[in-house]
């Protein structure tokens, strides 16, 4: 851009922040979707530390450049929504999904996962992955499980001994 206005070099700083600052950014084609319908999409993204935005292809390519996202471009086509993640990327991609479900016109390009960029079929696989929490609590359970059965082990040998002198008392009383 040739002396570029300074509402675009802000628009285009913003974005790139944006990037930076994100763990994920969700790229959607909105084509068709009223005002409203998009208010409700941004109220259903927040819980999980999603905002959605709506830019200008251009700003979006040129901020995208400067933070090294130059795979970025091929899904930068037609009316482009961006989802940045700043809390849980897997919740933010289940609730695009839960509402392109129930609207259509809203439909799921690719996006940004770390520094990766990830087509559609990559970001609905992210969807089917459970929460943050989920793969915290699950991760916990694998790591305790061993330690339970370690646990039971250790409490079995002092029991089995007492259980066989028990039995040994028993005889000899018998006889």
Known sequence: MDNPRPEKVAVVDEVRERFSASHAAILTEYRGMKVKELSALRRSLAPFGGE????????VSLAARQVGLTDLEPL????????????DAAGVAKALREFSRANPALVVKGGVLG????????????????????????LAGAIAAPMQQFAGLLQALPRN??????????????E
């Not at 009316?79 to 809390?87: M, N, S």
């Open 52 to 59: 959605y935005k709506v830019y200008k292809n251009t700003l």
């Open 115 to 138: 520094e990766k960029v990830i087509g559609a079929a990559e970001a609905a696989a992210l969807a089917e992955l459970p929460s943050r929490e989920v793969l915290l609590a699950q």
């Open 161 to 174: 001994l007492a259980y066989g002198l028990a039995a040994l008392r028993d005889k000899r009383e018998a």
């Open 76 to 87: 930068l086509h037609g009316p482009t929504g961006v989802a940045f993640v700043t809390g």
